[in-house]
């Protein structure tokens, strides 16, 4: 469930025809080997020589079509697609943290809200903190605050958090679906003063009672099939937000999609539901008060 950072490897795809060493990673290499091959790909493909070879170095970035035909060509047709998803994303997949900070943190927490409000299923996994949505606002603030300090833009994190809570009545509309996955750890932090998270942690079992909302809670004693790993977010089957420590990672390759629904859905089948899972989040609770 390793992240790579787009900025520094722009792999397009990994997929190489039998033959052939692959003299770059942005598309597949020519079908052929030996001398010719880029010719006889840039036949198949019905374009000159010379654009398979800038295509190849990198000097070009190809377009929808050039990603079929070269896929067609290799024998790939499979990949083309998440080639495609890849090239569309390839300037903003990977973020710092830095970067998206300058506008403000307020700014920052406004600029998701388009994307919540178009989604109308969200799968959430948390492995640090109680997920944004289910926040409350001393939580947020104090969330957000450490945020800042780490990254040096604790400007306006009063207004950061108020825009963070705002953007959590997503949850009491119509048409939508949320299913959270919490790792134990997550209750016990002390990433705020004991009174904010134990009643943030109250605020948790309000919200598990919601008919749209599913929580379940990753036990840290109990078996698990996979290891806890950096927070993520699938939006519907579209978009999947990952939150490292220096960067912002949007993936929107069906083929890496389904990777993150796969993970998420393997963990929920081991994570304590219901009665459960308020048992749980009470003990926490309880140890914070």
């Not at 929107?252 to 048992?279: N, Q, S, W």
Request: hydrophobic share 45%.
């Amino acid at each position: 469930m390793r992240t790579t950072n787009p900025s520094r490897n722009h792999d397009l795809a990994p997929v190489q025809c039998p033959g052939r060493p692959q003299r770059a990673r942005h598309a597949p290499a020519a079908p052929a080997p030996g001398r010719g091959a880029g010719h006889q790909l840039s036949l198949a493909c019905g374009w000159h020589p010379a654009k398979t070879s800038r295509i190849e170095n990198t000097r070009v970035l190809p377009s929808d079509a050039d990603i079929r035909a070269w896929c067609a060509a290799c024998g790939a047709d499979g990949q083309a697609e998440d080639l495609i998803a890849a090239a569309r994303s390839a300037t903003s997949m990977y973020v710092e943290w830095k970067r998206l900070n300058r506008a403000g943190l307020a700014s920052l927490q406004q600029e998701i809200v388009p994307l919540v409000e178009r989604t109308r299923a969200f799968r959430v996994y948390c492995s640090h903190v109680v997920p944004g949505l289910l926040q409350t606002p001393a939580y947020a603030a104090a969330v957000i605050a450490a945020y800042g300090t780490f990254h040096g833009a604790a400007d306006d994190v009063e207004a950061a958090a108020a825009a963070r809570v705002k953007r959590s009545r997503v949850l009491h509309k119509r048409g939508r679906r949320f299913a959270f996955l919490i790792e134990e750890s997550v209750l016990h932090s002390r990433i705020a003063d004991p009174d904010t998270t134990a009643t943030q942690l109250e605020h948790l079992i309000e919200l598990a009672g919601l008919p749209q909302v599913s929580l379940g809670i990753i036990a840290a004693r109990a078996p698990r099939p996979l290891w806890s790993m950096e927070s993520f977010t699938v939006y519907d089957d579209v978009q999947v937000g990952i939150e490292l420590l220096s960067a912002r990672v949007t993936i929107t390759a069906p083929g890496e999609i389904a990777t993150y629904e796969r993970a998420f859905a393997d963990l929920a089948a081991h994570a304590v539901h219901g009665t459960g899972a308020r048992t749980l989040i009470r003990r926490a609770a309880a140890a914070h008060g």
